[in-house]
């Protein structure tokens, strides 16, 4: 039988004191997040048994959504990093259960149903919601989603959007828009940063119009078709569209179709996610993959961890296909 791994261990693994494990473990402040995110790696590398750090209490996590997703479009992302919650939970011994709520909602009461020791919230939630939900007192960990003194952990959406335009501009790509639902949500306005740093690195200056935000229609399809469509009719349109996610690009191609523009000999196309269908596009959709699966390990061991604040990075990577 092996010995269990201790904190010294990961120390010793990691260069840093038994101190700073304990903090990065138990989520306190006081530590880098790039610091902290290394030493909870190792830690589950070594197979560091977190319920160590934990009462007893957490049996039970609810996984939340906005009812603002529409939810069948949203789940080729979002189901894939509910099986990597749900992995980790079964791993833990915890039973996990889901619910979809909205502002109009009895929160407190839909919550309560489920019983749960602990929440996560995954993707959009309004301040108002999220302040509801944090009156509820239970541990509570935010996945694609940021907000101040809670305990997060996202892909690095900065970085994303800069490799998917960087890209895009090493095409030869030189009038390049971004197309985003709506900049209300955390990881698109990240991307949109990310955007405009490699623009602002190659010295490119691109014109107002050439940020498209859908319309804020019921149908976010409909919406997004309005805006690909002003986009494309534009006196001078762009040569390229960096859209900020892999749904979102389904739609411009579709678009492009039907105007008669071939994709990318008259205009390139970068996404965000690489969702399974991305590789079955046509053509096959160039995007930026993101481990969705492991944004859920990661909410459920920051959960264990016991975290009380700190964004937490996954890495992202850009995957070249034909549509650039």
């Known amino acids: 039988m092996s010995k269990p791994v201790r904190i010294r261990d990961i120390a010793d693994a990691c260069g840093v004191s ?4 304990s903090r990065a473990l138990k989520g306190q402040p006081g530590l880098r997040d790039d610091t902290r995110q290394r030493i909870i790696s190792v830690a589950q590398q070594q197979g560091y048994d977190f319920t160590r750090l934990r009462s007893d209490k957490i049996k039970r996590v609810l996984f939340l959504l906005h009812r603002q997703h529409n939810i069948s479009r ?9 099986l990597g919650i749900e992995d980790t939970c079964r791993e833990q011994g915890i039973a996990l259960s889901f619910l979809a709520i909205g502002p109009g909602d009895a929160v407190s009461e839909q919550v309560m149903l489920h019983q749960p020791d602990a929440l996560i919230c995954a993707g959009f939630f309004e301040p108002e919601l999220l302040a509801l939900l944090q009156q509820m007192k239970l541990p509570l960990v ?4 940021w907000a101040p003194g809670m305990p997060c952990v996202n892909p690095d959406n900065v970085l994303g959007g800069y490799l998917a335009t960087h890209h895009l ?11 985003a639902s709506s900049l209300a949500h955390y990881s698109i306005r990240q991307r949109e940063k990310g955007y405009r740093q ?7 200056l691109m014109p107002p119009e050439y940020e498209a935000i859908a319309p804020p229609l019921l149908d976010t399809e409909q919406s997004l078709t309005q805006a690909v469509n002003e986009l494309l009719a534009l006196p001078t349109p762009p040569d390229a569209i960096f859209a900020y996610n892999d ?3 389904r739609v411009v191609l579709r678009v492009c179709e039907q105007r008669g523009l071939r994709v990318p000999a008259d205009i390139s196309l970068v996404g965000f996610d690489d969702i399974d269908a991305a590789a079955w596009t046509s053509p096959p959709l160039t995007t930026i993959a993101v ?4 944004l859920g390990r990661q909410a459920v061991m920051l959960l264990l961890a016991e975290a009380q604040e700190g964004n937490t990075l996954l890495p992202v990577s850009l995957v070249a296909r034909a549509s650039a």
């Open 142 to 145: 935010l996945t694609d989603l």
């Open 18 to 21: 038994p101190g700073a494990v």
């Open 169 to 179: 501009i090493a095409q030869g790509r030189r009038r390049i828009a971004f197309l």
């Open 198 to 204: 490699a623009l602002y690195e190659a010295q490119l």
């Open 247 to 249: 749904a979102a690009a």
């Open 74 to 82: 949203a789940l080729p992302f979002y189901s894939q990093l509910l």
């Open 291 to 294: 481990d969705k699966q492991q």
